[in-house]
């Protein structure tokens, strides 16, 4: 039997498109922050439970878990150094991860921007760990917990393990976590009365500028255009467009009333500590 070889008309659109992927060694987020990415057809390098992907989960617990503990032993001078390391490393982080594709010339308005919620949190945890402010904190915390965790249960690219990329994503999603549980859990920053309606009406208020973003640039920021494919995030339980997204924003409130429930008390000997930190 003879083999007849490929013709270059039956070379599809999204097969050029992962060849020139693979060519800039820039991989892409199905999550829309940095395009399609066609490696996640086939299943990603590093995904649900694989070596690359417990690891890191192991050092997220070990690493909150030495954060809590350093914020509560010690929460002046060697605390507030160990925030600002972390505050460094999320904004640089963050900040070569956005520049990347302008120096590799993979860069677009519809995926090259900061604009999902995972990438608002890094930053916005970056601020709460310098600055203190009541809403940064609230925000990372809620943000940080009920969105950024499940970027770090069910990671949506492929993430060679000990690339540059495997290190940039976890680090974004690792830090998140770990600063917003350091600034509640271990200095005492807890959220204050109306921090749930506070952080969802952000979050509404949010979605909504990235939604006419997303239909102005014909992008697919915050997942607000289109689900990801289908095995590669929770939104595989929810309705179909655009269903899902009040369906997501239930699910939001109700996570954030649940991560505010340890912290409605009538009295807390910490809660004046965030009040003042407005």
């Known amino acids: 039997t003879t083999c007849t ?5 039956q070379v599809t659109a999204s097969r050029r498109r992962a060849v020139a992927q693979l060519g800039s060694g820039r991989p892409r987020r199905w999550c829309g922050r940095n395009g399609p990415n066609p490696g996640n057809r086939q299943g990603n390098v590093n995904q649900f439970w694989s070596v690359g992907h417990l690891g890191a989960l192991a050092f997220t617990a070990v690493a909150i878990w030495a954060a809590v503990v350093a914020g509560r032993r010690w929460p002046s001078r060697r605390s507030t150094w160990a925030a600002r390391g972390l505050a460094g490393a999320l904004v640089v982080n963050q900040t070569a991860y956005c520049l990347s594709g302008v120096w ?3 860069w677009s308005i519809r995926y090259g921007l900061p604009l999902n919620l995972c990438d608002l949190a890094a930053f916005g945890a970056g601020g709460a ?27 949506d690219r492929s993430l060679p393990l000990g690339s540059y990329w495997y290190f940039e994503y976890y680090i974004d999603h690792c830090g998140v976590i770990i ?8 200095l005492g ?13 952000a979050t509404l208020a949010y979605a909504a500028a990235v939604g006419v973003f997303d239909l102005a640039t014909r992008a697919n920021y915050f997942n607000l255009a289109g689900k990801p494919p289908r095995g590669t995030t929770p939104l595989d339980l929810f309705a179909p467009w655009p269903w899902y997204i009040p369906e997501a924003a239930v699910v939001a409130l109700l996570a954030f009333a649940l991560l505010a429930l340890p912290f409605h008390r009538e009295e807390s000997p910490v809660r004046p500590v965030l009040e003042q930190a407005v």
């Open 5 to 9: 070889p490929r013709r270059d008309h």
């Open 104 to 106: 590799n010339g993979n």
């Open 129 to 155: 760990l310098l600055w203190r402010r009541r809403r940064l904190v609230e925000m990372t915390y809620f943000w940080g917990m009920a969105a950024t965790t499940m970027g770090l249960l069910w990671p």
């Open 179 to 186: 600063a917003a549980l350091f600034l509640v859990c271990g």
């Open 189 to 201: 920053y807890v959220p204050g009365k109306g921090a749930v309606t506070r952080a969802f009406q």
